[in-house]
Structure formats: structure tokens, C-alpha cells
């Protein structure tokens, strides 16, 4: 076999490698997580896409140039079946209203007002629907009072939109009463999600992206330090891939675009949070379309749930 074809299978593949040579992706165990690393996020430093994805630039955000469907690739999509609202209820449960059963000679329920859902939520989490999945989990299992709004993951490919429908959430609770926390790191909004917080007085999740969340600042820094050619995936993105890239891409109707979007990638690096059998088949296969080593990180959500308690229970 030739060294090209052995470093195509290997953890940190040659840039000079061809693409047959790097045509079977194969895991590869990460080494053992290395110590802190000196090497502190730059505040300055963004990733042309909201996900963190590509090499690091300075200055205004790029505009999309013409044809170019006004994304960055590697971007997050929708969740599949998640519009991005939080289902509703209609209704009123018996007693919301503040006036014993029969005292107006109305049924509960019967004047179409909407009260909250459950008494005992006191946070409400405006959250990234990458993320939202992983934060009623972890809320579920910590007991915490939350009820979690989150907002389209599509917009990863509009981050200039994202200040405005976080905006948008944190006017309109669904729970009088409760505070709200913002479930976002900066996401490519460029220090708008910032201006935010500070304007309507929440906090935000720490980062510049979810992977900084996932495996940490300094190793996420690493990782492109490295190899600047490094393609991030996380669980969610591996699960969501078609819909999340491909589609958003304009890839299922023009495949041969995908050398202009992701020639310039060396190496696949999998965040994982918790694997499953499906998940491993569906990142073979994005690997295969890459053509690229794919080796992975166990990251869990220890990082997030950190972060969470932060924002929800700082007590705990």
C-alpha cells in the first residue's frame, strides 16, 4: 500500500493526499484528551460559517457572492419535524384563571385564555434547536423548572437573523413570572447576541460556537490550529446531514458542486455526545461522501450541562 493510502486512514490526513486515496473512511480512536493547551480563543477570531466550521477570518462577515445560495457550508438546518415552536396548549388547566370551579359560572378553559402549561416553570431557555434536545434532557434529569422555546437550527445559515428572533422570544414569554436565558454561544452573529443580553438583561451560554461547549475552547482551537482544513460534526448535525447541508446546499440538485463547497477539507472530526449504532452507520456515511479520515472525540454533554447550571441553577 502506499503512504498516501496509509495516511488517508489516518487521524490527521496530508493535504496532498488524492481524493481515490481517501475514498474509505474508517474510526479512529482519539489519543487520550491532552492537557489544557496554552492557547486561548482569540475574541476577534470568527469561522466564516455560524457552526465554526472552516478557518479562522478577522474583519466584517463575509457576503455571500452570487449563486452561492447565501450559505456557508457546514452549516446547521432544521431539526427534522421541529418547526422551532414549542408546542402549545390552548386550553387552561382547572383553577388557572384564580377563581374557584363554578364561581363565574364559566368552565375553565372556557374564556380561550392561555396560562402557563406547568406552575412550577421559573426559567424559560430561548434555545438553538441544535441544542435544545440535549438541554430538556439534561433539565429533565437535574428536576430543573424550565420550559425550553427553541428556534430554528436553519438559521446557523442566516446568523445575521438570529439576534432577531431571539429578540422576538425573549419579548413574548410564555410563562409570566419566569426569567429567560438565552441557550446560544456568539454562532457567527458576531458579538450581536451580546449586545442582546446585555440590553435585555439575561446571560448566554459561553463560546464562540456549541463545539467550544462540547469539547472546550482551547481544544476546539487545537483542532484548527492543526489542520485548518478540520470539518466539525456533532451528533446532532451526523443525524440531520441531508437536511442540515445537503438540501440547504443546493447538493441534491447539484452534486457537483460539492468540490467548490468542501474541496478544501482535510480531515472529519466527530464531537460525539452519545453514539448510537445509527449514528456510527450515518457518520461512515458522511465520511464516505467526504472522502475523508473521520476520527472522533467523546465529548458527551458535560460541557453543556456545565454551562446549564450556570445560567439556570447558579446555587448548584
Known amino acids: 500500500m502506499s503512504s498516501s493510502a496509509t495516511e488517508a486512514t489516518s487521524t490527521t490526513a496530508s493535504s496532498t493526499s488524492s481524493a481515490s486515496n481517501r ?3 474508517t474510526f479512529v480512536p482519539a489519543p487520550p484528551p491532552a492537557a489544557p493547551l496554552p492557547v486561548a480563543p482569540l475574541p476577534a477570531a470568527r469561522r466564516p460559517d455560524g457552526c465554526g466550521n472552516g478557518p479562522p477570518i478577522t474583519g466584517p462577515l463575509p ?9 456557508e457550508p457546514g452549516n446547521l438546518g432544521v431539526e427534522p419535524g421541529n418547526p422551532g415552536v414549542e408546542p402549545g396548549n390552548p386550553g387552561v388547566e382547572p383553577g388557572g384563571l384564580g377563581v374557584e370551579p363554578g364561581g363565574l359560572g364559566v368552565k375553565a378553559g372556557g374564556l380561550g385564555v392561555k396560562v402557563p402549561r406547568d406552575s412550577r416553570v421559573e426559567v424559560e431557555v430561548v434555545a438553538c434547536g441544535a441544542l435544545a434536545g440535549h438541554i430538556r434532557e439534561i433539565a429533565a434529569r437535574r428536576g430543573w423548572p424550565v420550559q ?3 428556534i430554528a437550527a436553519a438559521l446557523h445559515n442566516r446568523p445575521q437573523q438570529i439576534k432577531g428572533h431571539a429578540e422576538r422570544m425573549l419579548a413574548t414569554p410564555e410563562t409570566p413570572g419566569s426569567r429567560a436565558v438565552l441557550a446560544y454561544a456568539d454562532c457567527g452573529t458576531y458579538g450581536a447576541l451580546d449586545k442582546l443580553t446585555a440590553q435585555a438583561g439575561v446571560s448566554r451560554l459561553p ?3 456549541c463545539y467550544d461547549l462540547y469539547a472546550g475552547a482551547e481544544a476546539i482551537e487545537q483542532l484548527f490550529a492543526e489542520e485548518p482544513g ?3 460534526l456533532t451528533d446532532y448535525l451526523i443525524r440531520s446531514f441531508d437536511k442540515s447541508v445537503i438540501q440547504p446546499l443546493g447538493l441534491d440538485r447539484h452534486p457537483e458542486l460539492w468540490s467548490d463547497y468542501f474541496g478544501h477539507y482535510r480531515r472529519l472530526v466527530w464531537l460525539v455526545q452519545e453514539s448510537t449504532s445509527e449514528l456510527e452507520e450515518s457518520a461512515t456515511r458522511v465520511a464516505e461522501r467526504f472522502s475523508l479520515p473521520l476520527s472522533r472525540i467523546e465529548t458527551g454533554t458535560r460541557g453543556l450541562e456545565a454551562a446549564l447550571a450556570l ?3 447558579p446555587r448548584s
Do not use: E, F, K, W
Open 148 to 150: 425550553v422555546r427553541p
Open 23 to 25: 475514498s474509505s473512511a
Open 207 to 209: 463560546g464562540l460556537h
Open 311 to 313: 445560567l439556570i441553577d
Open 230 to 232: 478540520t470539518y466539525l
Open 63 to 71: 457576503q455571500p457572492s452570487p449563486g452561492n445560495l447565501g450559505v
